[in-house]
């Protein structure tokens, strides 16, 4: 029986994201369950075990025909291994031996890597990356995480910090980051950052402004409003919105300078702000790329949504 189809599993700390695909990576099935927490995160990796083994039987899919399970994941993964640490949004406090048990419940191959980089891979063969080898990937969400595909295989670096984007410093000595450095991309263009930029630069203006106005008072604000505003008109938003793109440019100069990628793309929650904000950024990027770099990469936006992640863990399965 031929080998055709491969698993992705896309692991996140709210919901799992499960898809069966083709080699060639069309999704033919895919379903999603809640991530339980609980328990220091014990159940999370038994449902996943069950849910594939359910939906194999459900479907009538013989496991002969399996290639193997890719899995993106939050934390540091030893891809050798297979163990996950520090995947604090999951509740797991220990070392986790995914693949181990993963394999022994499903009798399936498991290859599993940071779930950045598996939406990394997944946009560079299916997405915006046109398949190409050399592929830059950030993704702008609570944080900025990224993936960086060269000559076909992400860069993991010494001890699997490779790509880590959202910790390129674009302001000396600014924001305080979560890492424990000052000015960190991750302080500035994140869902959280760019509330942050507005509420200070909020500070400074003394002109009329909604935006002003809903921070004076205390009201939510979140980076989709900063950015619906800006659309409307606002000038404080606005001011926000360019002062974002011009870190993200800054950013994304650097990589493209050191890369040379074909595409460098930008997805997550904050870039569904769309080409309101990728053509800004592309601005700021045009004044920092070196020539060459200008004439041959393209900034552009990513195409999958959320199904990046599963097609991507999926990728990992083929290698």
């Not at 979560?178 to 200070?200: H, K, M, P, W």
């Not at 930008?266 to 569904?272: C, E, H, K, N």
Request: include cysteine; charged fraction near 20%.
């Amino acid at each position: 029986m031929a080998k055709d189809k491969l698993i992705g599993v896309d692991l996140g700390g709210t919901t799992i994201k499960f898809a069966i695909l083709t080699s060639a990576g069309e999704i033919q099935q895919k379903w999603s369950i809640k991530t339980n927490v609980f328990d220091d995160g014990a159940h999370i990796v038994p449902d996943i075990i069950d849910s594939i083994n359910h939906h194999l039987d459900l479907y009538q899919l013989n496991k002969d025909r399996i290639i193997g399970i890719g899995m993106g994941t939050p934390g540091t993964v030893n891809r050798v291994t297979g163990t996950v640490t520090g995947a604090f949004n999951l509740n797991w406090k220990t070392e986790q031996t995914v693949k181990q048990d993963i394999e022994a419940g499903t009798g399936l191959s498991l290859k599993i890597d940071n779930d950045a980089n598996a939406a990394a891979l997944g946009e560079a063969w299916k997405g915006a990356g046109d398949n190409d080898d050399e592929v830059s990937f950030l993704t702008l969400g609570t944080g900025v995480g990224g993936g960086l595909v060269s000559n076909g295989q992400l860069i993991h670096g010494t001890a699997g910090a490779g790509g880590e984007v959202g910790h390129m410093v674009v302001e000396p000595d600014g924001y305080l980051c979560t890492c424990g450095n000052y000015g960190c991309l991750e302080q500035y263009a994140s869902a959280t950052g760019v509330v942050r930029l507005a509420q200070d630069t909020a500070d400074e203006y003394v002109g009329t402004s909604k935006l002003k106005k809903m921070i004076s008072d205390g009201d939510e604000v979140t980076s989709k409003i900063v950015f619906d505003l800006a659309k409307d008109g606002d000038f404080l938003a606005n001011e926000v919105v360019n002062k974002v793109a011009y870190y993200l440019g800054y950013a994304t100069g650097a990589i493209s300078n050191i890369l040379n990628p074909s595409s460098i793309i930008i997805g997550g929650g904050v870039a569904a702000a769309g080409e309101f904000l990728r053509a800004r950024v592309e601005k700021n990027w045009i004044k920092y790329a070196f020539p060459t770099v200008r004439d041959s990469t393209r900034v552009k936006l990513a195409e999958l949504g959320n199904d990046a992640g599963v097609i991507g863990a999926a990728s990992l399965a083929r290698i």
